[in-house]
């Protein structure tokens, strides 16, 4: 029997026009299906794109999770909601249902999201993380507990708002499938990009995702009116970027940038480090991470940049200040 097949199936829109009345409650999303077919996954992604999630909450918990059990038009303080809510639940099949209808009654919005995947891939999956699936009895194979809660989910699969098939995905991809059906945000919005300026001197950057050395480019620090200067300022920042060897770094940097940051925001990637160093974290490598970071931002990412040793530059410049007198 394969009426359960498919990648991914929009099954109806989720309204209830009977009540004129529209009551102000979080955005909830319930997530639920077959055992072993990628909830905790999915759990996480919902955490990804800012859901306050909630994992095994027995149905009849909606409505107090919703502060709805008072006067209609309270609100709540949570703007975004995900429960996972599934056959680990004592009384699941008897209460999931009913507290469905009492949504529906109180004309609250949700939408239900049921997980799915094909009866062998269920079975490779229990098997290779050697868990018990919960409808399993004492003398049931894996195959018969899976049978039983596809028999039990077959009418709860029916009223999904959205269905989503796992047999064939990689957890990647089940993360994009969500995000397709569920994020406000544009993709390079769900990764935050931090940019900052290292001295190696002083220490390597061993936090970051990308480390780029730029001491191959001409040093300001050993030009006297540039030298007690940094990266921020005027002079120094037209000494670094209007170069021939800067120009042609830039060129390629950035069609680094514009190949591998798609593919890290695909990958699902929260947040990503850039490390720019130079010798001692003043001059170049400021610079170009300012124009990095304004780069990434034009781009759309959500960028901020920092300047790790900056301030010992600054300690530096005035040391010697003091000690020229001036």
Same mark, same amino acid.
């Given at each position: 029997?394969?009426?359960?097949?498919?990648?991914?199936?929009?099954?109806?829109?989720?309204?209830?026009?009977?009540?004129?009345?529209?009551?102000?409650?979080?955005?909830?999303?319930?997530?639920?299906?077959?055992?072993?077919?990628?909830?905790?996954?999915?759990?996480?992604?919902?955490?990804?794109?800012?859901?306050?999630?909630?994992?095994?909450?027995?149905?009849?918990?909606?409505?107090?999770?919703?502060?709805?059990?008072?006067?209609?038009?309270?609100?709540?303080?949570?703007?975004?909601?995900?429960?996972?809510?599934?056959?680990?639940?004592?009384?699941?099949?008897?209460?999931?249902?009913?507290?469905?209808?009492?949504?529906?009654?109180?004309?609250?919005?949700?939408?239900?999201?049921?997980?799915?995947?094909?009866?062998?891939?269920?079975?490779?999956?229990?098997?290779?993380?050697?868990?018990?699936?919960?409808?399993?009895?004492?003398? %049931?194979?894996?195959?018969?507990?899976?049978?039983?809660?596809?028999?039990?989910?077959?009418?709860?699969?029916?009223?999904?708002?959205?269905?989503?098939?796992?047999?064939? %995905?990689?957890?990647?991809?089940?993360?994009?499938?969500?995000?397709?059906?569920?994020?406000?945000?544009?993709?390079?919005?769900? %990764?935050?990009?931090?940019?900052?300026?290292?001295?190696?001197?002083?220490?390597?950057?061993?936090?970051?995702?990308?480390?780029?050395?730029?001491?191959?480019?001409?040093?300001?620090?050993?030009?006297?009116?540039?030298?007690?200067?940094?990266?921020?300022?005027?002079?120094?920042?037209?000494?670094? %970027?209007?170069?021939?060897?800067?120009?042609?770094?830039?060129?390629?940097?950035?069609?680094?940038?514009?190949?591998?940051?798609?593919?890290?925001?695909?990958?699902?990637?929260?947040?990503?480090?850039?490390?720019?160093?130079?010798?001692?974290?003043?001059?170049?490598?400021?610079?170009?991470?300012?124009?990095?970071?304004?780069?990434?931002?034009?781009?759309?990412?959500?960028?901020?940049?920092?300047?790790?040793?900056?301030?010992?530059?600054?300690?530096?410049?005035?040391?010697?200040?003091?000690?020229?007198?001036?």
């Amino acid at each position: 029997m394969d009426w359960w097949k498919g990648s991914i199936v929009a099954q109806k829109d989720k309204t209830n026009a009977t009540n004129s009345q529209t009551i102000s409650v979080p955005e909830l999303v319930i997530v639920t299906g077959m055992s072993g077919a990628g909830r905790t996954e999915a759990l996480h992604t919902f955490e990804d794109l800012g859901y306050y999630c909630i994992d095994n909450l027995p149905a009849r918990l909606f409505r107090k999770l919703l502060a709805l059990d008072g006067l209609p038009g309270q609100e709540c303080e949570r703007e975004k909601i995900a429960v996972v809510c599934d056959a680990r639940t004592r009384d699941f099949f008897t209460d999931f249902q009913s507290e469905l209808h009492k949504l529906d009654d109180q004309n609250i919005n949700y939408r239900l999201l049921f997980l799915d995947a094909d009866d062998p891939k269920l079975v490779a999956r229990y098997k290779s993380s050697r868990r018990r699936h919960p409808l399993c009895d004492e003398g %049931m194979t894996i195959g018969q507990g899976i049978q039983k809660e596809r028999s039990l989910l077959s009418d709860l699969r029916g009223i999904a708002t959205e269905v989503i098939n796992t047999t064939d %995905m990689l957890p990647t991809e089940l993360r994009t499938a969500i995000k397709a059906l569920f994020a406000e945000e544009n993709d390079v919005d769900t %990764m935050t990009v931090t940019v900052y300026s290292f001295g190696f001197k002083h220490r390597a950057a061993d936090d970051a995702d990308i480390v780029m050395d730029v001491r191959f480019l001409p040093n300001p620090h050993y030009i006297p009116e540039l030298k007690y200067h940094t990266g921020l300022d005027k002079e120094v920042r037209d000494f670094v %970027m209007y170069r021939s060897e800067t120009e042609n770094f830039l060129k390629a940097w950035h069609a680094l940038l514009d190949c591998v940051m798609p593919g890290y925001v695909k990958e699902g990637k929260q947040q990503f480090a850039i490390a720019i160093g130079c010798t001692g974290g003043q001059h170049r490598s400021v610079a170009l991470s300012e124009e990095t970071g304004n780069y990434l931002k034009a781009r759309g990412y959500r960028v901020s940049i920092a300047h790790r040793d900056l301030h010992l530059a600054n300690t530096i410049t005035l040391e010697n200040t003091v000690d020229q007198g001036k």
